[in-house]
C-alpha cells in the first residue's frame, strides 16, 4: 500500500512502475536527489498534483 508518507524514493523501491505514473501527473524529475527525499504528499503540493487521485493511480 502506497501513502502520502512515502518518499519517492520508497515508493519506486516498492513498486518501480510507480515512476512511469509520477511522471504522468506531471513530475518530471522523479530521479533527481531532492526529490528522492520527498514524500508524495510534500510533491504533490509541489506539483499541484491531486493527492488523492496520485494515491489512487498508485495503488491499482
Known amino acids: 500500500m502506497i501513502t502520502k508518507d512515502m ?3 520508497e515508493v519506486i523501491m516498492a513498486k518501480p512502475e510507480a515512476a512511469e505514473i ?3 501527473f506531471g513530475m518530471g524529475c ?4 531532492s526529490a528522492q527525499m520527498e ?3 510534500e ?3 509541489v506539483h499541484g498534483m491531486n493527492l488523492d487521485n496520485l494515491l489512487a ?3 491499482k
Open 43 to 45: 510533491a504533490a503540493a
Open 39 to 41: 514524500t508524495l504528499e
Open 30 to 33: 522523479v530521479g533527481c536527489p
Open 57 to 59: 493511480e498508485l495503488n
Open 7 to 9: 518518499t519517492i524514493r
Open 22 to 24: 509520477l511522471m504522468s
